[in-house]
């Protein structure tokens, strides 16, 4: 089992709050209305350079069951 951040409530392995500038980051979280009334959750501010965003994208979608894309 992995273990669970504190701060961020992710897996270890995926936890970025040593790494991230807290000042200067800002991650945003949004829900997005999509076709035909589908909803879609949208995660920008990550830095392609501080994280393997195709890396993320595959463990956010193995842990939720959900489908997924990474993009720049």
């Known amino acids: 089992m992995a273990v669970i951040c504190?701060?961020?409530?992710l897996p270890e392995d995926l936890c970025?709050?040593?790494?991230?500038a807290k000042d200067s980051t800002k991650i945003i979280i949004r829900l997005?209305?999509?076709?035909?009334?589908?909803?879609?959750?949208?995660i920008e501010g990550l830095d392609p350079k501080l994280n393997n965003l195709e890396?993320?994208?595959?463990?956010?979608?193995?842990?939720?069951?959900?489908?997924g894309t990474a993009k720049e």
Request: with cysteine.
């Open 32 to 42: 997005e209305t999509r076709r035909f009334k589908k909803k879609g959750t949208m």
């Open 16 to 20: 970025a709050c040593g790494e991230l």
């Open 6 to 9: 504190n701060t961020c409530g």
């Open 55 to 67: 890396t993320v994208a595959k463990e956010l979608k193995n842990k939720y069951a959900c489908g």
